[in-house]
């Protein structure tokens, strides 16, 4: 019980005289954090077992804070409302959020001590592919449970993941047939130097060349590069009388993509621009006046009209303002809190197996429509394509029938067609054939 | 075939704008000072946030005022860059004259503070500020002027800081909890902001079919030639100008003869930091603004310098140039689409298509200007004398 | 005929087109010790960067004992046998004298010799006993950042005999050095010349008088003239050279104008009357006719230094004419506008340093205020 | 600074000497049983790998500390040498978890059918344990042979090597079908020695050998700073004209020690790797070279001890600050950079040293330690002079 009054002292003489004592602690924290007490820092965790503590792993500092950040605002929310309505099991959720600094490695160390030394009953977090596949060997070798909310590039699907965003069928490829029909058949990839526009671009030349289209061309930028003046010109040349440019650009890039685009006279009449990685909070950092007529793919848009999403915007906003948007990866992040909660309250536990299991088939009134987990670990999802308004909303301009089941192993990239996934059927497992 | 020329040119150059408007302030503070700011970045970040406030000032005035707001974000960057450079120079970097290194470290330092304070500024932060400010400042002059400084400064120096700190960091602290969100909220968080350039600035003029100049790119050039122009005036027409060639030509001498040196130091720093303003404002153009905007820039702009030459603005005007066109070249493909596709030159074809994209262009240009140097290990323009050689 | 260990054959230098050595001839044998002397900028120490191989030559070559230096790098040439010690002394500030002097003793300069093999006794017998010649054998294993500057420049010394060159060449050895340290260089130069060959550059000329045996005068860039101190000293050229008519400010006017302008900054004001005294006064006292009163006006005017502290220029006072006329000017510069406080300080430090009779005092004031009264 | 002068006999310098050797290998034997013996009983599985990786970061700051503290040469890109090394043994593991004939799974996401030839050589442990240390050892080794031999040194050198980072990350990131691009190679579900890379055991394993490597890179560069090479390299730091104008090539010494230094970080980078499951191009990240810098600064340069404990302490503040105030991290850096370069020249050892080096000496009977950090340029002359080539 000494540490603990140390601990609490140091909080206090921290912030005063952050340089020695902060290193003070670093010491004193290594040799005493094996008595497994809470290490939370919150009133709460004082009396164990009143709460159930769950991770929140996503970069708070670094190149991907800026979109990380809204995604924890959404997950918060969903936290707060839920303990609002009497926690899960009767017991308070305590959050633990934990900073990944959009470092692959530090993703991993920061699982790993959400897991081992808090002890969390789940993890919530990541945004970039590399953080997931990061993260990854630690939830497998412990065993433990992530949820990821951001739409990927699929090829994955393992047992100790819970994907909540879109599998490249429940997003590319549907906007690729799309533009097929509505556009043209001529395209131009251009994607931020990683795996998610690789990969995605990859499916993208595979389903053209299935399909009738043409790759004219592709081209990657690497990340937080803002000179496009090179790809422009090549998309020029590429496309001289015009088409669609399929752009999976992420950050920083898009807004000097956007901009010179503008700059070089290609409106989104001749040129139309479909992104995969722009959704309300971007259009809102590049500017309305360059994107409005571009095209976006996504499952959700903050204009989609249903209860659920009318309450939860205005519920959004009540907290955070009213001149924050929600989008595609907060809603996912937000809806799979409640998946999780649920799953939690069917299986009266938050035992790892026992949640796993009792999340199959687990489904929501979301935002965004109906969802249903499917033993596949990724959920079934409603597509839509928008374009941008003046106002930086999206008006949909179509949208599927009903949800779409995901397909983690693409169907259209030779290596992985035929395969799928199905972790409720223990013969089957993360990848078997049909 | 003409209109490619043109166009590749127009382009090349467009880049080389950028990338010299950029190592501009970097060569007069590297060149004039022998400081390594690596805080340049961050210097025309601040510009560049400059620029998204007085936008906001203008869209909520409306009328006119959205067109015409760059005219007053321009001068406004370069004054709120060049003062906090003159801060900059004050605080840390008059300490650290002659060591080049120590200054590449502590500029580093001083980055990663920008970049935290842009992300976490709010109301309560500035209060805390101000009051740590205050208290230190006003503790500090009651102290020296009741009390014998010199004894107990050894204890009463730390003990002074920590105090104003944690009454600082108490008062912004029950402000945060207090206050009204809309108060305690960051001002600009770490997303980034939207900088929208004025609609005369968006298209484009075409020339022929194929080409379009974009307006923005148009108004950077024009800008990076008034720059020079200004800077080139400032240097060698003006009295402080003068003074500061001769300070940097022999500091000691320069004393002697009733040149303030210190004041020359700050003035110098101050310009080259309002000059890193003028070049966030630019890029507002043509990119983002965000916390990490001044990374993007940094390494590229002191390749400029190095490769054109300390001490020469003439270096820094053909490095970025020529950078930037091979830049373009390699990076387009262009290379790859000029040699004519014979089976002789396939395997050149072969190897510049390998470096056709924005990626791989850098590779080749570094490893282009390594080669450089083996020729000109002292960058294009080298000052020359017995002073320098070794 | 023997070889000469040194010849040098129309060796010229430029950079960006000026020529700081110009068809530079200059040989000399074995065994010798010669002196150069020279105006500044005369190309003294750039003629040393031509034989280290730190500038090569734009035109002509160099020859050490035959060899073409300009095939060599520096550390070549080194190894060749030519040594050299720098203008300000040049000694590695963190290692001990004695690490200082073992690496110059080092025979072996290879990487891996140096990684490997360990010192050799003789080595450590050679550091000993030139510890003991440079009179640094109970300083030998501090640093030699705490060395003081005589020391360094003995330190330098040795390292240069350590590495057993035939040739030595020392850039201004006494510079900086008391009056003693300085005789006690001249008599380590003069017993080094019995078994090594040495050129010495050198601008006091007390010193060159008592080293030098052969003298060579360098001027823009090119051998003026040869030959023994005395000859030197009475060749009409050299008077023109070091007495010129180029520089117009003798050292006296800098001294008496620094003083003048360093009390005319005392309270951080230095006016524009108070300008027009100084260069009124000084023009009119150095200079005859209103022709060269006005260029010299306009050298002063360039030079009106910013507070150099007193207490180091009245010392360089020498004679008490020349005190009297500082004062006098000083106190015309403070009486041109209003005295104020910090001006009457300043003036308080200066008659207390000048350290002047008091009626002598009283006198030039009142002539300085006469003088004032007479100008306005 | 005190002129201490030292006047007794060299034959009690040579005792003294002596003495401090032994007290020194001592010291680091009782370092090293704790860090052996008693840190894994009292720390958790996750301190413990926590320290482990902080202890394989020592390392690399052992390489910065040879090349910036000792010879003055300040590197910005030994992410570059520390990635190389990581990357070797991640290829070694990706290739050693696989069966006969089967290729490394991302290359399916890209369409590889065949492994590339670069990959081949990394199925034996040999080549791959010599690979560690070699290919940084060349790469630097070439890249310092170039930047070198110019004479380029001072912030030219450390800008340049900082391109090359830049230059490096980007080939290694947007290479996705040669090493997987951004998404690095995982290591902890690979195999090892027939066991997981990423189960205890094997961490524990890696643990020990990351002590092991520790003690052995402290006592190379122990020996590579102590004698007269040691010395050479604070000359050159010193004063690199005196040098070359006394018969010795710098540049020789300099690819040398520059290349020394990268195959230590190699080795740094290879453990690091195992430790923290997983090597990707973000270890070039500009920010992080810099750090390994400070880490050095911090703890004082020029004294190796210093290079460790500044890399342990940064990183031990810098994991526990971030967890309670990820916000204050980067102003706690920045503010680290600051101290350290205006107030604190000579790092902890340094101010140690300053406050209590006489007595810890004399309570060991040893001479007195007088050994500031000196400025690169204390002489007044020096101070004025322009940074790059110039040097009067």
């Known amino acids: 019980m000494v540490t603990r009054f140390n601990r609490r002292k140091f909080l206090v003489y921290g912030s005063a005289t952050l340089g020695t004592s902060m290193l003070l602690k670093a010491c004193g924290g290594t040799t005493t954090t094996d008595t497994g007490e809470a290490d939370g820092g919150t009133e709460t965790a004082a009396a164990d077992g009143e709460t159930i503590k769950v991770g929140i792993l996503h970069s708070l500092s670094g190149t991907m804070a800026i979109s990380e950040t809204t995604?924890?605002?959404?997950?918060?929310?969903?936290?707060?409302?839920?303990?609002?309505?009497?926690?899960?099991?009767?017991?308070?959720?305590?959050?633990?959020?934990e900073d990944g600094a959009s470092d692959w490695p530090t993703f991993a160390e920061k699982a790993e001590k959400l897991i081992d030394q808090d002890q969390v009953a789940v993890v919530f977090g990541c945004w970039t592919s590399a953080s997931r596949k990061a993260v990854l060997p630690v939830f497998e070798s412990k065993n433990h449970m992530l949820w990821y909310p951001v739409q990927y590039e699929g090829q994955e699907c393992s047992q100790n993941i819970f994907y909540t965003g879109a599998a490249p069928n429940q997003q590319i490829e549907p906007a690729v047939d799309w533009l097929l029909e509505n556009k043209s058949k001529d395209f131009f990839l251009v994607g931020s130097d990683y795996v998610f526009p690789r990969t995605a671009n990859t499916i993208i030349k595979e389903q053209l060349a299935a399909k009738g289209g043409n790759t004219v061309g592709e081209d990657y930028l690497p990340l937080g590069n803002t000179e496009v003046t090179p790809i422009i010109t090549k998309i020029k040349a590429a496309l001289p009388d015009g088409g669609v440019i399929f752009n999976s650009l992420n950050g920083d890039s898009n807004v000097a993509f956007f901009k010179q685009l503008q700059g070089a006279g290609m409106g989104p009449d001749q040129y139309p621009v479909m992104s995969v990685s722009v959704a309300e909070e971007e259009v809102r950092q590049i500017g309305t006046e360059f994107l409005t007529g571009h095209l976006a793919s996504w499952n959700y848009f903050q204009t989609v009209e249903t209860p659920e999403n009318e309450k939860w915007v205005a519920d959004f906003k009540a907290e955070f303002g009213d001149d924050r948007v929600t989008n595609d990866p907060m809603e996912a992040a937000y809806i799979m809190v409640y998946l999780w909660k649920q799953a939690v309250e069917a299986a009266g536990t938050t035992d790892i197996p026992e949640v796993r299991t009792a999340a199959y088939g687990q489904e929501m009134a979301a935002p965004e429509g109906p969802v249903t987990m499917n033993p596949n670990h990724h959920l079934s999802k409603t597509v839509r394509i928008g374009e941008v308004m003046d106002d930086g909303m999206f008006n949909i301009l179509w949208e599927t029938d009903g949800p779409i089941d995901p397909e983690p192993w693409n169907q259209f990239v030779p290596d992985t067609i035929g395969f799928a996934c199905d972790w409720s059927d223990p013969a089957k497992g993360g990848k078997f054939e049909i | 075939?003409?209109?490619?020329?043109?166009?590749?040119?127009?382009?090349?150059?467009?880049?080389?704008?950028?990338?010299?408007?950029?190592?501009?302030?970097?060569?007069?503070?590297?060149?004039?000072?022998?400081?390594?700011?690596?805080?340049?970045?961050?210097?025309?970040?601040?510009?560049?946030?400059?620029?998204?406030?007085?936008?906001?000032?203008?869209?909520?005035?409306?009328?006119?005022?959205?067109?015409?707001?760059?005219?007053?974000?321009?001068?406004?960057?370069?004054?709120?860059?060049?003062?906090?450079?003159?801060?900059?120079?004050?605080?840390?970097?008059?300490?650290?004259?002659?060591?080049?290194?120590?200054?590449?470290?502590?500029?580093?330092?001083?980055?990663?503070?920008?970049?935290?304070?842009?992300?976490?500024?709010?109301?309560?932060?500035?209060?805390?500020?101000?009051?740590?400010?205050?208290?230190?400042?006003?503790?500090?002059?009651?102290?020296?002027?009741?009390?014998?400084?010199?004894?107990?400064?050894?204890?009463?120096?730390?003990?002074?800081?920590?105090?104003?700190?944690?009454?600082?960091?108490?008062?912004?602290?029950?402000?945060?909890?207090?206050?009204?969100?809309?108060?305690?909220?960051?001002?600009?968080?770490?997303?980034?902001?939207?900088?929208?350039?004025?609609?005369?600035?968006?298209?484009?003029?075409?020339?022929?079919?194929?080409?379009?100049?974009?307006?923005?790119?148009?108004?950077?050039?024009?800008?990076?030639?008034?720059?020079?122009?200004?800077?080139?005036?400032?240097?060698?027409?003006?009295?402080?100008?003068?003074?500061?060639?001769?300070?940097?030509?022999n500091r000691g001498m320069s004393a002697c003869l009733g040149i303030p040196t210190e004041r020359v130091d700050a003035l110098t720093f101050a310009l080259g930091s309002g000059l890193a303003g003028i070049a966030g404002f630019a890029v507002t153009l043509l990119g983002s603004v965000g916390p990490n905007l001044g990374g993007n820039y940094i390494v590229d702009a002191f390749m400029v310098v190095v490769v054109g030459g300390v001490g020469k603005l003439v270096g820094s005007i053909v490095a970025a140039l020529v950078i930037g066109i091979v830049t373009y070249l390699v990076g387009s493909g262009t290379i790859a689409l000029i040699l004519p596709p014979t089976a002789f030159f396939q395997p050149a074809i072969d190897f510049f298509n390998f470096f056709a994209t924005t990626s791989m262009a850098k590779v080749m240009v570094f490893a282009l200007i390594i080669a450089f140097l083996q020729v000109r290990p002292a960058g294009l323009f080298p000052p020359k004398g017995r002073s320098v050689e070794l | 005929m023997s070889t000469k260990v040194l010849d040098i054959q129309d060796v010229t230098v430029s950079f960006d087109g000026f020529k700081a050595i110009n068809h530079l001839n200059f040989s000399m044998d074995e065994g010798e010790l010669r002196v150069i002397i020279g105006p500044n900028g005369a190309g003294k120490t750039t003629f040393l960067d031509v034989i280290t191989g730190k500038t090569k030559p734009t035109e002509g070559a160099a020859y050490f004992k035959g060899q073409d230096l300009r095939k060599f790098k520096e550390h070549e040439i080194s190894r060749l046998g030519i040594g050299r010690k720098f203008q300000t002394p040049r000694v590695y500030l963190n290692l001990t004298p004695r690490e200082n002097l073992d690496l110059s003793c080092n025979r072996d300069k290879n990487v891996f010799a140096t990684l490997f093999k360990k010192a050799p006794p003789a080595e450590k017998r050679t550091v000993s006993g030139l510890l003991e010649t440079i009179g640094l054998d109970h300083k030998a294993d501090i640093p030699a950042a705490l060395l003081s500057h005589g020391e360094k420049q003995w330190l330098e010394i040795g390292m240069l005999v350590a590495q057993s060159p035939d040739l030595l060449l020392v850039d201004e050895p006494v510079a900086g050095l008391t009056d003693e340290e300085t005789e006690q260089t001249g008599n380590l130069l003069m017993s080094l010349a019995e078994s090594h060959s040495i050129v010495v550059i050198e601008?006091?000329?007390?010193?060159?008088?008592?080293?030098?045996?052969?003298?060579?005068?360098?001027?823009?860039?090119?051998?003026?003239?040869?030959?023994?101190?005395?000859?030197?000293?009475?060749?009409?050229?050299?008077?023109?050279?070091?007495?010129?008519?180029?520089?117009?400010?003798?050292?006296?006017?800098?001294?008496?104008?620094?003083?003048?302008?360093?009390?005319?900054?005392?309270?951080?004001?230095?006016?524009?009357?108070?300008?027009?005294?100084?260069?009124?006064?000084?023009?009119?006292?150095?200079?005859?006719?209103?022709?060269?009163?006005?260029?010299?006006?306009?050298?002063?005017?360039?030079?009106?230094?910013?507070?150099?502290?007193?207490?180091?220029?009245?010392?360089?006072?020498?004679?008490?004419?020349?005190?009297?006329?500082?004062?006098?000017?000083?106190?015309?510069?403070?009486?041109?506008?209003?005295?104020?406080?910090?001006?009457?300080?300043?003036?308080?430090?200066?008659?207390?340093?000048?350290?002047?009779?008091?009626?002598?005092?009283?006198?030039?004031?009142?002539?300085?205020?006469?003088?004032?009264?007479?100008?306005? | 600074?005190?002129?201490?002068?030292?006047?007794?006999?060299?034959?009690?310098?040579?005792?003294?000497?002596?003495?401090?050797?032994?007290?020194?290998?001592?010291?680091?034997?009782?370092?090293?049983?704790?860090?052996?013996?008693?840190?894994?009983?009292?720390?958790?599985?996750?301190?413990?790998?926590?320290?482990?990786?902080?202890?394989?970061?020592?390392?690399?700051?052992?390489?910065?500390?040879?090349?910036?503290?000792?010879?003055?040469?300040?590197?910005?890109?030994?992410?570059?040498?520390?990635?190389?090394?990581?990357?070797?043994?991640?290829?070694?593991?990706?290739?050693?978890?696989?069966?006969?004939?089967?290729?490394?799974?991302?290359?399916?996401l890209y369409g590889v059918t065949e492994m590339p030839l670069f990959w081949q050589p990394f199925n034996s442990f040999p080549f791959t344990l010599l690979a560690i240390f070699l290919i940084p050892a060349i790469v630097a080794g070439l890249l310092g042979y170039l930047v070198f031999r110019n004479r380029i040194r001072g912030v030219y050198f450390s800008i340049l090597t900082q391109a090359a980072l830049v230059v490096f990350f980007n080939f290694f990131n947007g290479q996705q079908k040669l090493i997987n691009g951004t998404n690095g190679l995982k290591t902890s579900t690979s195999m090892f020695m027939g066991q997981q890379v990423g189960s205890d055991g094997m961490r524990m394993f890696f643990y020990i050998s990351t002590v092991i490597a520790l003690i052995a890179m402290y006592a190379l560069c122990r020996w590579l700073t102590s004698g007269r090479f040691g010395r050479m390299l604070v000359a050159i730091r010193d004063d690199e004209n005196r040098v070359r104008?006394?018969?010795?090539?710098?540049?020789?010494?300099?690819?040398?020690?520059?290349?020394?230094?990268?195959?230590?970080?190699?080795?740094?980078?290879?453990?690091?790797?195992?430790?923290?499951?997983?090597?990707?191009?973000?270890?070039?990240?500009?920010?992080?070279?810099?750090?390994?810098?400070?880490?050095?600064?911090?703890?004082?340069?020029?004294?190796?001890?210093?290079?460790?404990?500044?890399?342990?302490?940064?990183?031990?503040?810098?994991?526990?600050?971030?967890?309670?105030?990820?916000?204050?991290?980067?102003?706690?850096?920045?503010?680290?950079?600051?101290?350290?370069?205006?107030?604190?020249?000579?790092?902890?050892?340094?101010?140690?040293?300053?406050?209590?080096g006489s007595a810890v000496s004399s309570t060991l009977g040893l001479a007195p330690t007088n050994l500031p950090y000196l400025d690169d340029s204390p002489e007044p002359e020096a101070v004025v002079e322009t940074p790059e080539f110039a040097d009067k």
């Open chain 1, 71 to 97: 995604v924890v605002d959404a997950e918060m929310l969903a936290i707060k409302e839920i303990n609002a309505a009497g926690g899960v099991l009767g017991k308070q959720i305590e959050a633990v959020t």
């Open chain 2, 1 to 249: 075939m003409l209109e490619g020329l043109i166009g590749g040119l127009f382009n090349g150059i467009s880049i080389g704008a950028v990338l010299l408007i950029v190592a501009l302030g970097l060569a007069i503070v590297f060149g004039l000072m022998g400081v390594i700011n690596l805080a340049h970045g961050e210097l025309m970040m601040f510009g560049a946030y400059t620029t998204f406030v007085v936008q906001n000032v203008a869209k909520s005035m409306g009328g006119i005022a959205p067109e015409i707001y760059v005219f007053a974000a321009l001068p406004l960057a370069f004054v709120v860059s060049a003062l906090l450079g003159l801060l900059l120079e004050r605080t840390v970097i008059r300490y650290l004259y002659g060591r080049p290194l120590e200054t590449l470290l502590a500029t580093w330092g001083v980055s990663l503070i920008l970049i935290q304070l842009i992300r976490s500024i709010s109301w309560p932060m500035v209060i805390g500020l101000v009051i740590f400010a205050t208290l230190f400042l006003i503790g500090r002059w009651a102290l020296t002027r009741y009390t014998d400084w010199d004894r107990i400064s050894q204890w009463a120096n730390p003990i002074f800081l920590g105090l104003s700190v944690a009454i600082a960091a108490v008062v912004s602290f029950l402000v945060q909890s207090s206050g009204s969100s809309q108060f305690v909220r960051p001002w600009f968080g770490a997303q980034n902001v939207d900088v929208t350039p004025p609609s005369w600035l968006r298209g484009g003029v075409a020339i022929g079919s194929a080409l379009q100049f974009p307006y923005a790119r148009l108004f950077i050039i024009v800008l990076t030639i008034l720059c020079l122009v200004a800077v080139y005036w400032f240097l060698n027409g003006t009295a402080w100008g003068l003074r500061i060639r001769s300070v940097t030509q």
């Open chain 3, 203 to 376: 601008h006091d000329m007390e010193f060159v008088r008592q080293i030098a045996r052969q003298v060579t005068v360098l001027h823009q860039g090119s051998v003026l003239c040869e030959g023994t101190m005395d000859e030197v000293q009475n060749d009409p050229k050299v008077i023109e050279v070091y007495l010129g008519k180029e520089t117009t400010l003798t050292p006296e006017q800098m001294l008496l104008l620094r003083i003048a302008a360093t009390m005319a900054w005392a309270d951080d004001n230095f006016a524009d009357v108070q300008q027009e005294v100084i260069l009124d006064r000084l023009s009119r006292r150095f200079a005859h006719n209103p022709d060269e009163q006005a260029s010299l006006r306009d050298d002063l005017k360039d030079l009106l230094a910013k507070e150099i502290p007193l207490e180091e220029l009245v010392p360089q006072l020498t004679t008490p004419a020349q005190r009297e006329e500082a004062l006098m000017l000083s106190y015309e510069v403070i009486s041109a506008n209003q005295i104020n406080q910090s001006e009457a300080v300043v003036y308080q430090k200066l008659l207390t340093m000048l350290n002047l009779p008091p009626d002598t005092v009283s006198r030039l004031e009142a002539a300085a205020r006469e003088a004032l009264a007479a100008s306005n």
């Open chain 4, 1 to 108: 600074m005190t002129t201490e002068v030292t006047t007794q006999p060299r034959r009690a310098a040579q005792a003294s000497q002596k003495r401090k050797f032994m007290i020194e290998a001592i010291a680091v034997i009782a370092i090293a049983l704790i860090l052996i013996v008693l840190m894994p009983m009292l720390l958790t599985g996750f301190r413990l790998n926590l320290l482990g990786r902080f202890l394989a970061l020592a390392i690399v700051a052992l390489g910065i500390d040879l090349i910036w503290g000792f010879t003055g040469l300040l590197s910005l890109g030994h992410g570059i040498f520390f990635a190389l090394g990581g990357y070797a043994f991640a290829m070694y593991l990706e290739l050693n978890t696989l069966g006969e004939g089967q290729l490394p799974e991302f290359f399916g």
């Open chain 4, 245 to 356: 104008f006394s018969g010795y090539d710098p540049t020789a010494y300099k690819v040398l020690v520059f290349a020394v230094s990268g195959a230590i970080a190699g080795v740094a980078g290879a453990l690091y790797t195992v430790q923290s499951g997983i090597i990707s191009p973000q270890v070039m990240d500009i920010a992080f070279s810099i750090e390994m810098v400070i880490w050095v600064a911090v703890g004082g340069r020029a004294t190796l001890v210093g290079a460790i404990l500044g890399a342990v302490l940064v990183n031990m503040a810098r994991s526990l600050l971030s967890e309670r105030f990820p916000d204050v991290w980067l102003f706690f850096q920045g503010a680290l950079f600051l101290i350290v370069v205006t107030a604190l020249p000579d790092g902890i050892i340094g101010w140690g040293r300053r406050q209590f």
